[in-house]
Nanobody, 123 residues
Framework: QVTLVESGGGLVQAGGSLRLSCIYSGRTPHSIGWFRQAPGKDREFVIAISWNGGSKYFADSIKGRFTISRDNVKNTVYLQMNSLSPEDTAVYYC??????????????????WGKGTLVTVSS
């Protein structure tokens, strides 16, 4: 079992930045990813990181704007979001799989989910 708790969401203006955190506890090793769900849309993969941080995976829509990192001492994964646009408005979810590395990042493959944190980008 892995427990995930997201934080850091809020309201930000277009062009601004925000950093989300995902605090995890439970089974190790595991890889962690971020997904998001905009109003009226399906949940989609955003970005992910392996257990040791050596591998990272990105959706094309956020390349060059979002970065991911983790601190296994603090049990936290960070999502740094820059150059935000209204299209980034969504509930952001942290998810995990019990693998030290993982490539098939899709909603149906995730074993554990957090409850999400809302990010709203105003124009």
């Amino acid at each position: 079992q892995v427990t995930l708790v997201e934080s850091g969401g809020g309201l930000v203006q277009a062009g601004g930045s925000l950093r989300l955190s995902c605090i995890y506890s439970g089974r190790t090793p595991h890889s962690i990813g971020w997904f998001r769900q905009a109003p009226g849309k399906d949940r989609e993969f955003v970005i992910a990181i392996s257990w040791n941080g050596g591998s990272k995976y990105f959706a094309d829509s956020i390349k060059g704007r979002f970065t991911i990192s983790r601190d296994n001492v603090k049990n936290t994964v960070y999502l740094q979001m820059n150059s935000l646009s209204p299209e980034d408005t969504a509930v952001y979810y942290c998810a995990a799989v019990s693998r030290d590395d993982y490539i098939a990042w899709r909603v149906g493959a995730m074993e554990f989910w957090g409850k999400g944190t809302l990010v709203t980008v105003s124009s």
